[in-house]
């Protein structure tokens, strides 16, 4: 055989080769064509609407799931799954996204389909209506004169005691999302944390030994944690199953007091352990690490916190009878006195959603801007607790054996809710169904 006709067989060889792993196999796949609902079909959270779809298949199909997700495709529901067989399917379901807690938006309707070795999605964009805030129940912490803690329930203003608690007290909150209701004892009662369905134990967290001493000092919205300060100068904060989610270690230089959380930093009081020393100071510790990144000497208690922006916190503090406005540069480590609000003796500061802020002190309520720095007296009344309803807009206020409903423009009194017993009321939640 001559070069000529090798090199030519050797040519076509290598085109055979070529083309022979260029082949491509015919791959498996599952078709599904959505008919009902269409992009942009609106609807609310719990409300039953109907799925339809046409799902074809060249493998055997086993299963198809309906689901919503959000737009970083987390679901937001419970997923309904359907047993199928055979290589078409004509999806007609009925479905409902049950979470009351979202607030109204786009979703992503998602049928998702399991064939011999394929898991094959298909969304449409959807709006869904969350289901509007409202307030479920109220609860009354009190006191009675023999150390006993009762938890009142406040519903359709009508009262009713269900739990009853020895156990001493530092603070108390409640999840609306979760749906929980903790207690936080300040030597004895440890951390307990109630099912406000049936208020059953949820969890129970043991006062630290050989320091007991604690207190909660924050709750967050954000992502639901209790915040506990304890006398050995941890910050810890636990979840809604109690396990421990954030420690900034033990320091028995220092007790954490006043606690508050932003997105990066837990800024906190802290007063010194030192024999003979009254120094108290501010520190920001990095979240969720738990480190501490610097601390600043102060002159005064700290009572409320507030962020004004990524750099700036807001701090209310008494010093010396009066009340101070203060803000707190994170980035310099340096607090400037912004105001004297006044003789008083602030106890907690809540803040409105029009940005401003309710002063509950020794001497009533005060009224403070701090855009144009004015501080009114809104009220001479001295209340024991005071929250704020945003979804009727009104305020709850305790008194021994009393809670009132206030406006928010005059504070004057719309409604009472007397409690059973003239206890001293240590404090007031509000339980939202979201």
């Not at 400037?336 to 309710?358: A, C």
Request: charged residues 20%; contains cysteine.
């Amino acid at each position: 055989m001559c070069r000529r006709t090798q090199k030519l067989l050797l040519i076509f060889f290598l085109i055979f080769l070529f083309l022979f792993a260029c082949k491509k196999e015919k791959k498996s796949s599952i078709e599904i064509t959505f008919i009902s609902p269409v992009a942009g079909y609106t609807t609310s959270f719990n409300d039953t609407f109907h799925v339809a779809a046409i799902i074809t298949s060249d493998v055997n199909i086993h299963s198809v799931a309906i689901n919503v997700y959000d737009q970083n495709s987390i679901s937001v529901s419970d997923p309904l799954i359907l047993a199928v067989s055979g290589k078409e399917y004509h999806l007609s379901a009925d479905y409902a996204a049950i979470n009351s807690l979202l607030p109204s938006g786009d979703y992503i309707l998602d049928i998702s389909v399991v064939g011999d070795g394929l898991n094959i999605h298909k969304g449409v964009s959807i709006h869904l209506l969350g289901i509007p805030k409202a307030v479920q129940n109220i609860y009354a912490m009190t006191r009675t004169a023999s150390n006993t803690l009762n938890i009142y329930s406040i519903k359709n203003d009508s009262v009713e005691l269900i739990k009853t608690i020895n156990s001493d007290y530092s603070g108390c909150a409640v999840s609306s999302i979760y749906r929980q209701f903790y207690l936080c004892g300040k030597t004895a009662g440890g951390i307990n944390c109630f099912s406000t369905d049936d208020f059953s134990d949820v969890f129970n967290i043991p006062p630290p030994n050989p320091f007991p001493l604690q207190s909660l000092t924050s709750f967050t919205d954000v992502d639901e944690k209790i915040f506990i300060s304890h006398l050995n100068g941890a910050i810890k904060a636990y979840d809604q199953s109690g396990h421990l989610q954030y420690d900034t270690g033990d320091d028995p230089y220092f007790t954490p007091l006043k606690t508050y959380k932003t997105e990066d930093y837990i800024i906190t009081q802290l007063s010194s352990n030192l024999p003979g020393s009254d120094d108290q100071f501010i520190a920001a510790y990095f979240y969720p690490s738990g480190v501490r990144r610097q601390l600043v000497h102060i002159d005064f208690d700290a009572v409320g916190f507030d962020k004004k922006n990524s750099d700036i916190i807001r701090i209310f503090g008494t010093r010396n009878g009066y009340t101070m406005a203060y803000e707190y540069s994170i980035s310099q480590n340096f607090i400037t006195l912004m105001q004297n609000m006044g003789f008083y003796n602030t106890r907690d500061v809540i803040k409105e959603p029009d940005g401003k802020y309710i002063l509950r002190t020794e001497s009533g309520l005060v009224e403070y801007s701090a855009d144009n720095f004015t501080a009114l007296t809104a009220s001479s009344v001295v209340y024991d607790d005071l929250v704020y309803d945003d979804v009727d807009n009104i305020y709850y206020a305790a008194r021994p054996g009393h809670i009132y409903k206030l406006n928010t423009n005059l504070f004057t009194v719309s409604d009472t809710i007397n409690l059973p017993v003239s206890d001293s009321i240590l404090a007031v939640r509000i339980l939202y169904n979201r």
